[in-house]
């Protein structure tokens, strides 16, 4: 079955830290990658997206992701964190020919001043 | 342009009520999804339409559960009755025609079912 998944429930950095959120999906056919954050009680708001070509996406708010194919993975990162990015984060897939987004289960995090 | 507007943004009611959630897409999408958000079982889809129809409803719970879109511009998610278990965050969010396009999710109804 198609799935995402994020294997971390909870990270928590410290201010001006680095940062690394896990996504793996499984196997298929060609994939279509997206990051979405949700502060709370707010809407999904997409950070990024991946289609094809280059496989290091940037996104707004100082992040970015790279597309391993041979890994499955589209990790999340930021070189250096703020407050502000605190927040639960989902990465998404959809594949080709298909028009259901499919959600990992998030990941809820926090920063330490 | 507006994105996708939701209403009510929180509803309270009591077990046994009618419960009606609203959502606009943004003018042009040609999809639209609705979602439920619980702790316990994160995002799920539960209904999508392409121009106005109905494509996969096979993530509505129950017979409790249904959703219409008269338009383009509208649709409703009702829940006749209302339980407890139903209370949750419900999302809706449109997209344009294309499989990878991306969807747009608005700021969600907060169910609360007493």
């Known amino acids: 079955a198609q799935s995402v998944t994020q294997p971390d429930i909870h990270i928590t950095v410290s201010e001006g830290a680095s940062l690394e959120l896990r996504c793996n999906y499984s196997?298929?056919?060609?994939?279509?990658l997206f990051w979405y954050v949700q502060s709370p009680g707010q809407g999904l708001q997409l950070l990024l997206k991946?289609?094809?070509?280059?496989?290091l996406v940037q996104g707004i708010k100082g992040f970015e992701a790279e597309f391993k194919r041979s890994q499955s993975s589209f990790n999340l990162r930021k070189p250096s964190v703020h407050w502000s990015d605190a927040a639960e984060y989902f990465c998404a897939v959809v594949y080709s020919g298909y028009n259901k987004l499919i959600f990992g289960a998030g990941t809820r995090l926090a920063v330490h001043p | 342009d507006a994105g996708v507007i939701q209403s009510p943004r929180h509803e309270v009611t009591e077990m046994g009520q009618e419960v009606t959630l609203r959502c606009k897409p943004i003018s042009g999408h040609d999809y639209l999804f609705w979602y439920r958000q619980t702790m316990m079982r994160g995002l799920e889809l539960l209904i999508y339409f392409n121009n106005n129809v109905p494509i996969d409803d096979s993530g509505m719970p129950e017979d409790r559960f249904s959703a219409k879109m008269p338009n383009a511009s509208f649709s409703t998610l009702k829940i006749q009755p209302s339980e407890p278990r139903d209370s949750a965050v419900y999302f809706c969010?449109?997209?344009?025609?294309?499989?990878?396009?991306?969807?747009?999710f608005g700021p969600g109804t907060r169910l609360t079912v007493l």
């Open positions: 196997y298929g056919a060609t994939p279509y």
């Open positions: 991946y289609f094809s070509g280059d496989t």
């Open positions: 969010a449109s997209r344009r025609q294309g499989g990878t396009d991306t969807q747009y």
